[in-house]
């Protein structure tokens, strides 16, 4: 059940290490610390990505500032309560490690696949400028009852696509992770930077579909 578990939530992103591990929980005796990793975008900026990495696939008394390495595993969320409501908290939970020369110009340096259930109706709006977009939250189940709730973005045909979409309907997402930074007010005169995580849709279809309509990003 595992196995079939883990092939509807997959991760690989390539990148530099940009921080240092930070430690997160422990299970069994296993720790699980945090650093982030710097991932290039075709258009010369990148996305700065969390990792969630067991000891026992790093030296983590070690700094890797600097690094470059492939990393493949889920894309993971968890609640945290925090000013009197819970923030959903997402990271890349890593299963596989390699250290790199280089990042390759012609391999996708981040890559996601996600297979879930739609859990809330999705919101489709337009720009100022007239772009589409919808944005979509996907449940994703995992062992022993758990699920990993994952917001994703679609744009274009994608997006008017994904506005008929109804909670329960079980859908596949293709696309990237992507790192957004927005300003967070915490009273009337403080606000404080923060960084947001989604899924950045480039192609999706509904599980339930006989042939599904899969739809490339316009």
């Known amino acids: 059940m595992t196995d079939k578990v883990m092939e509807n939530n997959q991760v690989t992103v390539m990148g530099e290490i940009v921080g240092e591990f930070v430690y997160s929980h422990e299970i069994f005796g296993e720790g699980f610390y945090m650093v982030d990793i710097l991932v290039p975008r075709l258009s010369d900026s990148s996305d700065r990505i969390p990792l969630m990495i067991s000891e026992r696939l790093m030296d983590v008394s070690k700094d890797y500032r600097g690094t470059l390495v492939m990393v493949s595993g889920q894309f993971r969320s968890y609640n945290r309560h925090e000013e009197h409501r819970n923030r959903l908290i997402l990271s890349v939970f890593v299963r596989e490690v390699a250290f790199i020369e280089q ?116």
Not at 138 to 156: E, F, H, M, Q, T
Request: hydrophobic letters at 35%; a neutral charge; one cysteine or more.
């Open 103 to 218: 990042v390759p110009e012609n391999e996708k340096t981040n890559y996601i696949f996600l297979d879930g259930f739609i859990c809330k109706e999705p919101v489709y709006r337009k720009t100022p400028l007239g772009r589409e977009i919808a944005d979509i939250l996907l449940a994703v189940n995992r062992p022993y009852g758990k699920s990993d709730y994952i917001p994703c973005i679609s744009w274009g045909r994608n997006a008017r696509y994904a506005n008929h979409f109804r909670v329960g309907e079980r859908c596949r997402i293709w696309g990237r992770i992507q790192s957004r930074e927005y300003m967070k007010k915490i009273s009337e005169d403080q606000a404080e930077k923060r960084v947001a995580y989604e899924v950045s849709v480039s192609k999706l279809e509904l599980a339930s579909e006989e042939e599904p309509d899969v739809l490339q990003n316009a």
